[in-house]
């Protein structure tokens, strides 16, 4: 998917919401950049496996792991449950 954004007076530049949806990017979200003479690269730094619901089912969206997929899910429930409850 390609898009044209502008540069603003502080070098920032916003990437459009199609692109942040299908790359499930959120605030606070971090990119890699990488520079060459004539491209630029972004690149979401993926820190933990990610789950995704989609159509009302848990979906893995990360890298093959070794890790239980039952496992995760459980503690991505404990995370929501504490943050519903604070």
Not at 35 to 56: D, M
Request: charged share 35%; proline share 8%; aromatic share 4%.
């Amino acid at each position: 998917m390609k898009s044209r954004v502008a540069v603003d007076k502080a070098g920032r530049v916003v990437i459009p919401k199609p692109i942040r949806d299908k790359l499930r990017l959120g605030p606070g979200d971090e990119l890699q950049i990488e520079g060459e003479p004539e491209h630029i690269t972004l690149r979401p730094v993926r820190t933990q496996a990610a789950l995704a619901k989609e159509y009302g089912i848990w979906v893995y969206q990360g890298q093959p792991s070794d890790v239980s997929i039952p496992e995760l899910i459980e503690r991505e429930r404990e995370r929501r449950m504490r943050e519903f409850t604070e």
